[in-house]
């Protein structure tokens, strides 16, 4: 069970995701191996090349087609490498329209006829991994990390299939050994930091983000973001508010950090701050009923009547019903201020809405 602390941010950067068929073979390493027809004689009877035609079909998208050429491919009699490219690129093929199931067994035919295909290893290991089975997966990578000793990728993973299953202590070790091979990969130092807020040591987890930012040519919007989440577990609010902000600097429509940035202000009895946060979103472009709701209610305490009416106005536009009961409300404390013609205008308006 993932603890409390991994939300958005960390989690857009945990399933390190599938590679895709980023590998379909080489032209020279899948191109078909035909016979050269006799001399001063054009080969007109050559059937085109299965695993040339698949390449050709998943250049384009056609995942179906492509797999019946991939298909066709695995049936070569001439060679086990030309049948292993095929059976992979078959698995790609299922990886792509999601049937993780059947690319697993592709990948584990690829492996059988190349059994140095590292490759095949990653692939197999990362749709395990997908599919939960990490049992597998840690197999799967830890023959990638025998045919290759320095790949980052088996580090990683084999450091996020531990700390899936609970084992901090491999994970950290996995983690460290893969940034002694690669320190510029962002969602390590991530995993690393989720590895020690795993074990309430906060401290540790914001360390290794800090030195993550300083240290990274491009730093990464998830990690201001997970680094804000890990100062507010530890109750510094001002450091997590520096933090969200930078991290919406790179992704300004990230709607869920100005939210969090106006809850600290709102506790801290900041409505000032409050109101202007959740404004810098709503002119990022985020249109959401919440963040209007927030700053009418905020205004509505403050008793600027006519500013929380169009913030709730503007709510109930977008289709929240408390928008409505806002106007409501309005219209209640105009009243009572013995406002009676400006209330009377509201809910006039507020009919006339309706019927429309």
Known sequence: MRTRFRTAARAASFLVPLLLAAFVGTPEEARAQTRNAPPGQADTTTPPDPLTLGNEF????DYVRAAEQYRLATRDTASSLRRAYAWFNLGNCHVQVNSYHRAIISYRRAVEEA?????????????????GATGEAVAAYTRLLELEPESVRARQMLGESALRGGDVTEGLRNFEAALKLDNDMPEIYLAMAESYARIRDYKAAQKVLEEALLRLPRPVAAGYFYLGQLYELDGESRKAVRAYEEGLLLDPKRSEYYARIAGIHEQAGDDFLALLILEQGIN??????DFHLRRAGILFRQQRYPQALAEYRRAHALGSP???????NVAAALFNAGKKKESEEIMASLREALDE
Not at 58 to 61: T, V
Not at 117 to 131: K, N, W
Not at 322 to 328: A, Q, S, V
């Open 58 to 61: 998943y250049e384009k998208g």
């Open 284 to 289: 990022a472009g985020i249109e959401r009923a």
């Open 322 to 328: 408390l928008g409505r009961t806002g106007i409501e």
């Open 115 to 131: 059994p140095n295909f590292s490759r095949g290893y990653q692939l197999l290991g990362d749709v395990y991994y997908t599919i």
